[in-house]
């Protein structure tokens, strides 16, 4: 049987229910994996460090907090404690976690010393022409000791959308700002503003940036009541909920039914579940909306996501697409996987 025969048999057994014709439809798919590319997608560079976390060890001068890894050439600094003594004090980047890659690592961000942080946070950007490649630890370092007040070693992050930022532009009630995925049911929003005078405002999830979805997705805490400017809010679900499955946010009138301002995550289209990674979850997805060529498939956001070459059926053309980011249950994967 040809390749491309056996791989329609498999969908289609796969799309009644027969596990095991999935399982073998993944296990072809294993073949085409070696050659998958990873590529941009679109223009749009997804750093592939992005949500990457460090703790900071607690050393010197009270030094402790979490860092996070922004985007290639910014970290911030949360939750970020610091008497602001010692002499000449820097956050510096080295290749691992110890003293000799800090003494000759990179100088970052503002001199620190007098600055005094409680629960804090700061927000660094890189020297020009500089990215956090190569970069595996960072430290709060008094450069006249060469000595460490409090390092870390940057970590994949457990929730594998972590990191991943949505801009909400300015909307109803001068709201705006930038949500970010902190783990499995919590969202940070920076540099958000809202005048505070609408009743019964939440933040809302949808599977994607479409009224009806973010009408009907549910609410996360707590209600904003009261007005902001430029501050860092977080928002969360119940616990027992999940973001899985969510892919946009919005700022959300209940009381009226208006959407002041809402975008969507990045993510693969090949993230059916959206769950941060393309595993037999996925694939199980995509067989339950394979028809064929020229077959126009059922209307749901999942079938509408399956057809991802945008020509109005799902087929095997639509299945190569997702081989090309198929890497299984728990690896991270990027939005940029494909072009």
């Known amino acids: 049987m040809k390749t491309t025969n ?7 057994r796969s799309r009644i229910g027969d596990s095991k014709a999935l399982g073998s439809l993944l296990a072809v798919a294993g073949l085409f994996l070696t050659a998958a590319a990873r590529v941009s997608f679109g223009g749009v560079e997804i750093y592939p460090r992005v949500g990457y976390q460090a703790t900071l060890s607690t050393q010197a001068h009270g030094v402790s907090g979490r860092v996070t890894i922004v985007d290639q050439d910014t970290f ?3 939750n970020f404690n610091y008497d602001g003594g010692g002499i000449s004090v820097y956050a510096y980047l080295g290749t691992a976690n110890n003293h000799a890659a800090f003494v000759n690592g990179l100088q970052t961000g503002p001199q620190l010393l007098g600055m005094h ?16 490649d190569g970069y595996n630890a960072i430290s709060i370092w008094c450069v006249a000791a060469q000595s460490s007040f409090g390092s870390g070693t940057f970590q994949p992050p457990s929730y594998p959308r972590a990191g991943y930022s ?24 920076t540099d958000f503003t809202y005048d505070g005078f609408a009743p019964q405002v939440y933040a809302h999830l949808g599977r994607n940036d479409y009224y009806p979805d ?7 805490f707590p209600q904003l009541t009261q007005a902001y400017s430029d501050d860092t809010l977080i928002v969360q679900l119940p616990m027992g909920e999940s973001l899985d499955g969510y892919g ?53 956001a999942i079938c509408t996501d399956s057809d991802m070459d ?27 996987c494909r072009s």
């Not at 941060?276 to 126009?296: K, Q, V, W, Y």
């Not at 639509?318 to 299984?328: K, N, P, Q, T, Y």
């Open 310 to 336: 945008n020509d109005d059926d799902v087929d095997l053309q639509d299945f190569s697409i997702m081989l090309e980011c198929f890497d299984g249950a728990g690896v991270r994967a990027l939005p940029g």
């Open 6 to 12: 056996l791989v329609t048999h498999l969908l289609d």
């Open 214 to 220: 973010l009408a009907a997705g549910p609410r996360m």
């Open 166 to 189: 949505a801009v909400l532009a300015q909307g109803g009630h001068n709201t705006s700002g930038v949500a970010t995925i902190v783990d499995e049911r919590t969202i940070r929003l």
């Open 117 to 132: 942080f409680h629960n804090g946070t700061l927000i660094v950007d890189l020297p020009a022409g500089q990215t956090l």
């Open 248 to 300: 946009a946010i919005s700022i959300w009138c209940e009381t009226f039914n208006i959407n002041f301002t809402s975008n969507e995550f990045p993510r693969p289209p090949h993230d059916l579940d959206i769950d941060g990674d393309i595993d037999l979850d996925d694939a199980a997805l995509f067989s339950s909306c394979h028809l064929g060529p020229e077959t126009f498939q059922p209307e749901t």
């Open 76 to 78: 911030r600094i949360d």
